[in-house]
């Protein structure tokens, strides 16, 4: 090395240090942001797991508190992470039923929940999930729910008291509640 080379290389040396030094620190403030907002959803998600607790001994789920059918959607942009949990074990997803409105004033799509009653009010016996799915994706094409998106609407529908279920050997079926005609 000559004399003038070796402080150009410390002075290097030195702005590399001084980089990979702040770098470290700006990773060590997400990390503390991030952790901080694990903690946030943890205490969420502890509070969940004991208003579950709370309403596990019902016998009626009359009782338990539901979500309102006309509740605003939320874009999932605006939503935190602990929000979007919480909207997830009160039972309902975007997937499982609302639909977001367009900036342009478009209207609703129809709840899922809605759409395989429909399904079923169409059917005398009784139908599978799967079946269910199946003439969902045939008649809205628009919609792709997961087949466990569409058992769970069922079985919400289920508590509700909105359909019935019945046990086949190992199928579950579902059929719609007969209404009487005071309804």
């Given at each position: 090395m000559t004399s003038q080379s070796a402080p150009t290389f410390r002075s290097r040396l030195v702005e590399q240090a001084a980089s990979d030094l702040e770098e470290n620190h700006r990773r060590q403030q997400e990390l503390t942001e991030r952790i901080m907002v694990?903690?946030?959803?943890?205490?969420?998600?502890?509070?969940?797991?004991?208003?579950?607790e709370r309403y596990e001994g019902f016998a009626d789920p009359s009782?338990?508190?539901?979500?309102?059918?006309?509740?605003?959607?939320?874009?999932?942009?605006?939503?935190?992470?602990a929000a979007a949990a919480a909207r997830r074990s009160a039972g309902t997803s975007r997937g499982a039923g609302e639909a977001a409105v367009g900036a342009k004033g478009k209207s609703r799509q129809p709840l899922l929940g809605d759409m395989l009653m429909a399904l079923l009010g169409k059917h005398d016996g009784p139908r599978l999930a799967k079946e269910l799915r199946d003439e969902l994706?045939?008649?809205h094409p628009d919609r792709n729910p997961t087949p466990q998106v569409v058992r769970n609407t069922l079985e919400?529908?289920?508590?509700k008291g909105r359909i019935q279920r019945h046990k086949q050997q190992r199928s579950v079926m579902y059929t719609l509640v007969e209404q009487d005609a005071t309804d």
């Open positions: 694990l903690k946030q959803e943890e205490a969420l998600l502890t509070d969940i797991l004991k208003l579950a009782r338990l508190p539901e979500q309102l059918q006309n509740e605003p959607a939320v874009g999932k942009a605006k939503r935190a992470p994706l045939e008649k919400s529908l289920v508590a």
